[in-house]
């Protein structure tokens, strides 16, 4: 007589993760094994992807630097050294970093003071500016500096700040400003102009960093794939007889692969944890002792960093 197959129990998700935990203590060796592949694949990409970050942030910072020097060197060259002379500053709107660089580099010179016509930005040292009125902005001062992004105050707004006293100077700090000819008065723009050579070559870095970048992402995630499925075959192969006997008390196919599912997850998401601390750390460690520690953590973009980290986990 033909019996009806009963309906077989289903069970939880919360079996099938204790299943995994008392795997994973029983071949704890093949574990570790496999957890320490996961740990090392990710912490190669992540600080490959770190020591970019690194490179980016420490480049744009040398180049600001470098432009800031750039900038007192042009200024000098037509008033001579600026320690202990007086400087005139028209702000005609808000200020970029690269103009409040260039006062925190004028303030390290040692400039007597800025005579300040305008908003005053929050943060410059204390004692440095001496806000006036428009019309006394150039009075003893050595040269008259524009900042901001605000529109240029025109030629007779120039002419009644300065008169016609020879040898004063205008410095305007961007090339958009354009500071009109006043008689007697030297004009001279201080931000750097990118030569077409420079500006193509700055494009083919990037480029050439871009290719860089994808070819080693997708070599790591090679190497970490293949590494967590070799590792899971094996597995799988060397429990055979688990698997069977797990089939013969009743276990579905559905179960075995959750099972195998978890560990495998569990695996790579410890790993990824581990392997994304190690790969900052060893990056930043290493390129502390080409830049210094100082450097390094003053220019990190935090931003980059845990959106790296997002990827290499989802990865």
Same mark, same amino acid.
């Not at 197959?5 to 094994?33: D, E, H, T």
């Not at 400003?177 to 077409?196: D, I």
């Not at 013969?248 to 569990?266: N, P």
């Not at 460690?285 to 390094?296: C, E, F, L, R």
């Given at each position: ?101 260039? #006062?925190?580099?004028?303030?390290? %010179?040692? *400039? @007597? ?6 908003? &005053? =930005? +929050? ?38 700040? #300065?008169?016609?006293?020879?040898? %004063?100077? *205008? @410095? ?6 354009? &500071? =009109? +000819? ?134």
């Amino acid at each position: 007589m033909s019996r009806a197959i009963q309906k077989q129990v289903r069970l939880p998700i919360s079996v099938a993760f204790g299943v995994v935990m008392q795997g994973i203590r029983i071949r704890l060796g093949r574990a570790i094994v496999t957890l320490m592949g996961v740990v090392l694949g990710i912490a190669f990409l992540m600080s490959i992807l770190t020591g970019q970050t690194i490179r980016l942030g420490v480049s744009q910072e040398t180049e600001a630097r470098v432009e800031t020097r750039r900038m007192v060197s042009f200024l000098s060259a037509e008033i001579g050294p600026v320690e202990g002379r007086v400087l005139g500053v028209v702000a005609t709107g808000p200020l970029n970093e690269q103009e409040l660089r260039l #006062l925190t580099e004028l303030h390290a %010179r040692r *400039v @007597a003071r800025l005579q300040w016509a305008g908003p &005053v =930005p +929050a943060g410059l040292p204390a004692g440095l500016v001496q806000p006036v009125e428009g019309a006394a902005v150039g009075r003893e001062a050595a040269a008259v500096i524009q900042m901001g992004e605000g529109p240029n105050p025109g030629a007779a707004a120039w002419r009644e700040w #300065l008169g016609k006293t020879d040898g %004063r100077v *205008v @410095a305007a700090t961007r090339r958009s400003h354009g &500071v =009109p +000819a006043v008689e007697g008065v030297l004009s001279v723009c201080l931000e750097r102009e990118w030569r077409p050579d420079e500006v193509t070559e700055k494009a083919l870095q990037a480029q050439r960093a871009r290719f860089r970048t994808g070819w080693i992402i997708a070599i790591s995630m090679m190497v970490t794939v293949i590494g967590i499925c070799n590792a899971m075959l094996m597995s799988v192969t060397e429990r055979f007889r688990e698997i069977g006997t797990m089939k013969c008390l009743g276990a579905l196919s559905q179960f075995v692969r959750q099972v195998f599912f978890l560990e495998a997850s569990m695996m790579g998401l410890v790993g990824s944890l581990a392997g994304c601390v190690f790969g900052v750390v060893f990056a930043g460690v290493a390129y502390s002792m080409s830049y210094g520690i100082g450097m390094v953590l003053g220019t990190l973009d935090t931003g980059t960093l845990l959106l790296h980290s997002g990827f290499c986990l989802v990865a």
